[in-house]
């Protein structure tokens, strides 16, 4: 569900728009799951438009008109409303690499479509921000279910080589499309602008490099 879905069960006022340039949307009961579901669809879009700062009780009731006390009765804290968005976009993440490895399983997947799908997660998926915040805020428990991930990235990888040493060389594979993705999703458009390249520079040149790790030395 997109974000102005959000909005569409209120009604906005006219002429009034919230900080973010959205139009204000009444106040309204909202119930349970619905809630939260909505909630986490908002901050997820003040996270990507405004960073980790932006993600306030205050700003996504703001968003989906509701009020402060229904958005903290249901995530407890602004912390809990952190948590529980941190929770959904890592789920997200490992969705993402789940299927990298099931398209390398099943028809090994050329080394650009691997790359496009994991920096698509990192950039438009949200998941370099998170990976900033998380590290930002110091709290890498977040990161505990993307292990299992990244983990199966490598075996799915490595199954495809059957020499020996494969291992240690997909080990170093994942880690360069990893890193590098989290970097193009952080700083990688301003970065790309300074040196007047295109947007799909770094994915192309990854993809390039992509090969030398993974098949066997002569």
Same mark, same amino acid.
Not at 178 to 204: K, W, Y
């Given at each position: ?9 209120? %009604?906005?006022? =006219?002429?009034?728009?919230?900080? %973010?340039?959205? &139009?204000?949307? *009444?106040? *309204?009961? $909202? ?11 908002? !901050?997820?879009?003040?996270?990507? /438009? #405004? ?13 989906? #008109?509701?009020?402060? =006390? ?9 912390? #809990? ?16 690499? /789940?299927?990298?490895?099931? *398209?390398?399983?099943? +028809? ?11 920096? /698509? ?11 900033? $915040?998380? =590290?930002? %805020?110091? /709290? ?17 990888? *490595?199954?495809?080589?059957? +020499?020996?040493?494969? +291992?240690?060389?997909?080990? %170093? ?11 193009? !999703? ?24 992509? &090969? ?7």
């Amino acid at each position: 569900m997109h974000f102005t879905a959000a909005c569409a069960e209120g %009604s906005a006022v =006219a002429g009034e728009t919230t900080a %973010s340039g959205e &139009p204000r949307v *009444r106040r *309204r009961k $909202w119930l349970g799951d619905k809630a939260r579901e909505e909630g986490l669809i908002a !901050a997820r879009r003040l996270l990507l /438009d #405004g960073g980790p700062s932006a993600v306030t009780l205050a700003n996504v009731g703001e968003a989906i #008109g509701m009020s402060h =006390a229904n958005v903290l009765y249901h995530f407890g804290s602004a912390a #809990g409303l952190q948590s529980a968005l941190m929770g959904s976009m890592i789920r997200d993440l490992t969705d993402a690499l /789940d299927s990298a490895v099931e *398209r390398i399983k099943t +028809d090994g997947a050329a080394p650009r479509e691997i790359v496009d799908r994991v920096f /698509d997660a990192f950039g438009a998926g949200g998941a370099g921000q998170l990976a900033a $915040w998380i =590290a930002l %805020s110091r /709290d890498f428990s977040h990161l505990e279910p993307v292990r299992d991930a990244v983990n199966g990235l490598v075996v799915a990888f *490595r199954d495809k080589f059957l +020499d020996e040493d494969a +291992d240690p060389r997909v080990r %170093s594979a994942v880690l360069l499309v990893a890193i590098c993705a989290f970097g193009d !999703a952080v700083i990688g458009p301003h970065l790309r602008n300074m040196l007047g390249q295109s947007d799909e520079e770094l994915r192309t040149l990854v993809a390039k490099l992509l &090969p030398m790790f993974i098949i066997a030395p002569l």
